[in-house]
């Protein structure tokens, strides 16, 4: 009997047949933010491989060198702001990926639920409901079985 993700394996005496859940499905939205961030690390690395080729001297120079500068006096350099509005970028990228992701979980746990209920009530039709309406409608018609007949 398979076990593992996506299957719910029963061992009420070998009988209960595995489940499938469903729950490998991915939507097509969540294709497209795995595509973009996959396109993303590629920026990245290709721009930290240039870096290690052709180091950017202007990364060294002081604030004044690369121009007047942002903020009161023009003290902060423009390299600093870029690494600080990276960084925002980042950790708002991240609250809106974990948004995104739990999302995704409350849906996948919605579906199994649904896939399990259906399957617990196929094998409680199965193997509980149709042989109790059996012996109930043959108990109602009178008919003997075999240990009636030992009597």
């Known amino acids: ?22 729950t490998q499905w991915e ?19 290709g721009r930290a491989l240039w870096l290690a080729v052709n180091p950017d001297p202007h990364l060294s120079r002081p604030a004044t060198a690369l121009g007047p500068g942002i903020g009161p006096g023009g003290y902060v350099a423009i390299p600093t702001v870029l690494v600080l509005g990276g960084v925002a970028a980042g950790v708002g990228l ?11 979980v409350r849906g996948a746990l919605r579906r199994a639920r649904k896939a ?22 043959r108990l109602e018609q009178g008919t003997p079985t075999g240990a009636d007949l030992r009597r």
């Open 1 to 22: 009997m398979p076990k593992g993700p996506g299957t719910a394996a029963g061992t009420a005496g070998g009988g209960v047949p595995p489940a499938d859940l469903d």
């Open 116 to 137: 399990l209920s259906r399957a617990i009530a196929e094998v409680g039709e199965e193997h509980i409901l149709t042989p109790l309406r059996v012996e109930l409608d």
């Open 27 to 45: 939507p097509l939205w969540w294709r497209l933010v795995q595509g973009t961030a996959m396109a993303a690390a590629d920026l990245r690395r």
């Open 94 to 104: 991240s609250l809106a990926s974990s948004f995104l992701i739990s999302a995704g």
